[in-house]
């Protein structure tokens, strides 16, 4: 992992622009008020020119599902799209298995 992604995530997130993966595509969203800064073209293109490295970060950094202490499954909107049931995901079933497997392992 090259310290220009971590440096290009973080430069986007303080102009106020939040990242995530649907799948293995980076979407972002800005946050702020009135008009896009105008070097934010410049830092995206170098995201696009470290797509893989990026994904990988992002991956890294994503919250995962988990059981909460009362039992029930908390799936995170931040977390992978593959675990977003209501948005065609996987089971609920195969992410609670998933989670009871690494429990295990």
């Given at each position: 992992?090259?310290?220009?992604?971590?440096?290009?995530?973080?430069?986007?997130?303080?102009?106020?622009?939040?990242?995530?993966?649907?799948?293995?595509?980076?979407?972002?969203?800005?946050?702020?008020?009135?008009?896009?800064?105008?070097?934010?073209?410049?830092?995206?293109?170098?995201?696009?020119?470290?797509?893989?490295?990026?994904?990988?970060?992002?991956?890294?950094?994503?919250?995962?599902?988990?059981?909460?202490?009362?039992?029930?499954?908390?799936?995170?909107?931040?977390?992978d799209?593959?675990?977003h049931?209501?948005?065609?995901?996987?089971?609920?079933?195969?992410?609670?298995?998933?989670?009871?497997?690494?429990?295990?392992a």
């Amino acid at each position: 992992m090259t310290a220009s992604v971590s440096g290009l995530i973080g430069k986007l997130k303080t102009l106020r622009y939040a990242l995530y993966l649907e799948g293995e595509k980076i979407r972002f969203k800005y946050a702020g008020e009135g008009e896009p800064p105008e070097n934010v073209k410049a830092l995206l293109e170098a995201l696009r020119e470290h797509k893989g490295e990026a994904i990988a970060y992002l991956k890294k950094a994503m919250p995962r599902p988990s059981c909460g202490p009362d039992g029930d499954i908390v799936i995170p909107f931040g977390s992978d799209s593959r675990y977003h049931w209501w948005m065609g995901g996987q089971s609920v079933k195969n992410t609670i298995e998933e989670i009871k497997g690494a429990v295990n392992a």
